[in-house]
Structures are given as C-alpha cells and as structure tokens.
C-alpha cells in the first residue's frame, strides 16, 4: 500500500507547472493573439498555423523534436550551460518550455478571437481621445478581450495539467523533479496499484470537471458584464 | 477663438475601388456641413480629417496648425479632434461617467486646459441622471448624447460627426436635434458634419461642402450654394433656402411673428422666443413667386421687394431664380421657382426689381 504523502510530490509539481506555464503563456501569448487578429501581414496565417500545430501533432512528435533541442547539443543545451549544467531535458524548466509551446493554440486562440470580436471601431474611438496605441490596449482591448483571456487561461492551466507525451518525451519520470500526475497514474498502473491510480485519476475527473464548468459560468457573467 | 481662421482639407487617392480627390476651405467657426449621396466619400473625407484613413497625398490644417501634409502625418491621437461615429460606439467595458471621461483626463494630462467643462457638457446634452449606469442600459438616443459628450470633453479643437443621427429612428432623431442646436449655439469649436439628410442640412448648417463621386463639387455659406441655380441644391424638387431671422415682434392678436433677415422683414405664423433670438426658417422655392409690381391687395403677408441676381432654366422648363433681398438686391438671397412662360412674360434678366410673393415660411 502507497502512504497518501507518496501522492503529494505529483499534485504539488503539477500544479507548479501548470501555473508557471500558465503565467507564461499569457504574457507571450496575448501579444502573438494580439498580432495574428490585427496584422495585415501575408505571414499572418502562417505564423497561425506554426502557432496551432500541437493541436494536430502527435505529442511524441513534438516531444522528440523538444528533446532535440534542449538537449547538450541542441540551443537549450547552450542556454543550461550559462549555469553549469548540460542538458534543459528532464529538467523542470524543460518541462516549462515544452508545455508552453503544447498549450500555446489553447490559449491565443480564445484570446485572438475576443480580440477580433470587437472589431476596429473601439480603437478607433480611443485614438479619437487621445490614446496612444499602447495606452488603447490596455485600456481598451485588453479589458474588452478579458472574456477570451480568462478563457485561455483556464484552458492553458488545464490543457498543462493534463499533458502526457509531451512530458515522457522530455521530462522523463524523476520524482518531484519532473514526475507530474498523469505520469505518476501511468506508473501506478503499470506497476499494479490500483488504489492510487484510482485516487489520482477520479481527483483529476473531477478537477477537470470543476474547471470547465468555472469557465463556462465565468465566461458567461462576463459577457453579461460587458455588453 | 479668431474668427478668419480657416479649415483647409485636400485628400487625393484611392481606398480600394474609390477614388477620393477632394479639397476644400471652410471657415473654422459653425457647423460646415459635408452633404452628399450614399457613398460619395464624405465619410472618408471625414476620416481622413481625423487621421483615420490616410493617403499619401493628403494636407489638412485648423488655421495654422498642420496636421498632414507631404512632410509629416500626425497620428489620430495627436490631433486635437472630437468625432462622433454614426452608431455611439461607447466603450461596454466602462460606466457612463467613465466613458465621458476617458478622452478628458487624457486631453488635461497631455496640457490641454480643459476648458470644455464636464459639469458644462452633461447639463448641456441632458445626461447627468445617467452618469452611473452601465452603457447596456441607455436607449439610443441616450447612448449618442453621452457619445456626443464624450467626444466634447477631449477638449477637441475640431468636432467631426459623421451622420450621428443616421441609425436612429425618427422620433429619437427629433429628440436629439435639439441638443445639437443647444451645441451649434454655445459651442465655440467648429464642426464638420457628414450627413445625406437635407433636413438636418438646412436646420444645422452655416456653410456646405457638396461632394459628388469623391470630389468636391461645391462650398461655401449654406445660403448661397442653396440660392444659386447652377448648383444641384436648386434643382432638386424640395429646394429651399435656410435664413437666420431675428426675432422682431409678437403679433399675439393674429398668432403671427415678425422676424428680420438681411435685407427685409416677414411675417410667420408665431414662433416661441423673446425678441432679439434668431431662430433658422427655411423657405421653399416653390413657394416664392415673383411679380413685376407690387400687388395691390393679396391674401400673401410676405411679399418683398427684391432683384433678381440668377437664373437657370431646367429640362422641365421650370426657371429657378435666384433674388436677393431688399430694393438693392443685396439682403439674403432666396430661391424663386417658376415657369418659363412666366419667366418670358414678365420679361425678367438679371437686375430685373421684382416682388416676391412667400407663400409659407416654416422653422425648422
């Protein structure tokens, strides 16, 4: 029988990640979704689908050519050396990384679609009162868009939570280090202990369930609010 | 404010299938009005005022401050401009009160000196009771005074609307104009009006920009363009001329009032006011006739001595005559339409002195 206290490192490391990636990837994502519903530029599609190419690649696919580049010869293998290390694989900021670019089309996409919502004429509106570009974004795209920011947020953290491949593909299976929920229910299962697995997983059916249905009433009030 | 100060606008280029090749000077001072059909490119002569849309070869200048020319585009945000869109467009995510002050606060910070007072404003455009409520919750005509006032309070030096009364209905639209008259009255700033509806044209206007297929095919006082037969103003069925009149005298007794424009006196049916307050009247060609003496007994209150100054002969051989008022023929002028048998039988040209016999005389 597994001590309850073997559970915690999982739970506790991936919620960990899940909002490092989180925080990431609202601060990165919001401005490419920000570019893509914007930009005039003929690069604008292509830069879409670079952007939501997880959706349909196999995780192991993505998984492999990450562990390619953060590995010693790869460019994440120069940026571990600046602190003395070899390789940014089966490292937690590896983990970091990875599950940014996983959950990157789960979060700029809601976010560009609320931001191509409210169409051109609200910045115009504030160009016309004295607003700069910059001062226009935050004080009016970005508070008309938070339906869709909140959104991807929601969808980012759980999209992390509940990644697999990408994270046996770089991330490996070190106990609080890079031993994240679903990996540790796929070793429960593997080695036969069943309760665990049982616990873990209807934990996270449940949470899963919780977060969805936050999202939707959260999402809903929010339009309320702002229409 | 000076007055002489001019407004000077030149845009050339094209925006898709439109070709835009527009220039005009119009006094910085009153409503200058930028009528045309659907489609004309007025909306984007306004835009481009506003920095907006922007072409290459553009110039536009309040007086001596240049906003674009072939050196420098200053961007929409520099310009000291107040717009107000055809559909309010207020901001859903802000309050009212929020709303009216968002381009304020940023006009003072930039060192505007706030002169266009918010307490003014929302007094002005009949507001204050809304200042708490949430955007969603105005009706239409509410949304577009609080536009109105939002765009007032960024201390503009230019007002640009472009047919703000065109997504409402016509009992809102009556609502509203009033309140633009309130604007027209004490507002210092000048404002350019984009619209297609005469109406508003001929209650609001002191000067007009005729625009046709993206040019320019007339400008100056509203009163003049109207008055002179060569422009499509005359010959369109409802052709009128708007005159400031001042208010003379009460004639309680008949219900009548007299009123004085350049040039003579009329009498209308009673008009609210106190002596001396100028109220718009419009007269209808069709509804001036002229006469080579002045007729001895007539059931018209309104017959004047005026001079014939202009005339065209239309296709349906109507003559539409253009007079000005007083025995000189220097007053206000008025639009005449009559046959071209009478035109020939009177035997009138231009210097002829006539009478001409008003029919009706409407405010509008």
Redesign the interface.
Known sequence: MVPLADLWPPIRLTLELAAVVTALLLIVGTPIAWWLARSKSVWKEVIAAIVALPIVLPPTVLGFYLLILLGPDGPGGWVASLWGTRTLAFTFEGLVIGSVFYSMPFVVQPIRNAFEAFGE??L??????????R??FF??AL??A?PGVMTGAVLGFAHTVGEFGVVLMIGGNIPGKTKVLSIAIFDYVETLQWTPAHILAAGMLIFSFCVILAMMLLEKSLRR??? | MTTGKTIRARFHGRLGAFALDAAFETPARGFTALFGPSGCGKTTLLRCAAGLERFADGYFALGNDVWQDAAQFRPTYRRPVGVVFQEASLFAHLSVRRNLLYGHRRAVAQGANGEIRFDDVIELLGITHLLERSTRDLSGGERQRVAIGRALLSQPKLLLMDEPLSALDRLTKDDILPYLEKLHASLAIPVLYVTHDLGEVERLADHIVLIERGRVIASGLLTEVQGNPALPLARIPEAAVSLDARIEAHDTAYGLTKVAVRGASLVLPEVAGKIGEFRRIRVGASDVSLARNAPAESSILNCLPARVLGHLVDERNQVNVSIGLGRDGAGDRLLSRITRKSWDTLQLHVGSEVYAQIKGVALV
Request: glycine fraction near 4%; charged fraction near 20%; aromatic fraction near 0%.
């Open positions: 004429r609200p115009e509106v504030a160009a016309t009162l004295r607003a700069s570009p001062d226009t004080s009016v508070p008309l938070l609010a702002g229409q």
